[in-house]
């Protein structure tokens, strides 16, 4: 899974951050997925700009926040996530970073099987051509090289 990219945004002395990371590392274990996580330290505002932050800590799978909130401003700051059980709390749920990395994986193994019709139907067309054509080899493969 070499294309996931795991992020963590945080302000310095951030109080949630190590709760943060431990949730994602115990996500990521338990998931078998070797990944390096990010941490990325937001120092300003025009940072913060530059990075679409919303609030400290952040996490994003292949830059998609785990908990998207759109209605949330760009901020400098603590950021708080609405807990399962309906209070808030001040890192994203171990639920919902479970939920992205398992979307990843999802999307993963339906563009791996995508991958793997596309060849079964590769080569069901080429045998085909050399049933309806005997005495001719089928067209090299491109691939092959």
Do not use: W
């Not at 990325?40 to 913060?48: E, L, N, R």
């Not at 999307?107 to 001719?136: I, Y």
């Amino acid at each position: 899974m070499s294309d996931l990219r795991v992020e963590l945004l945080a302000v310095e002395d951030c109080a949630h951050l190590e709760r943060a990371q431990r949730d994602l590392e115990t996500v990521l274990r338990k998931g078998i997925i070797e990944v390096p996580i990010q941490v990325i330290y937001v120092t300003s505002q025009d940072d913060a700009e530059f990075l679409g932050f919303q609030g400290s800590p952040t996490i994003r799978i292949n830059g998609e926040d785990v908990d998207p909130q759109p209605e949330l401003p760009v901020a400098l700051g603590c950021r708080l996530y609405r807990a399962s059980e309906g209070g808030l709390v001040g890192s994203p749920p171990i639920e919902l970073i479970r939920a992205a990395v398992e979307a990843y994986r999802r999307s993963r193994l339906q563009a791996f099987q995508r991958e793997e019709a596309a060849k079964v139907a590769e080569f069901a067309r080429r045998a085909d051509t050399a049933e309806a054509s005997p005495g001719e080899s089928p067209p090299p493969d491109k691939s092959e090289g």
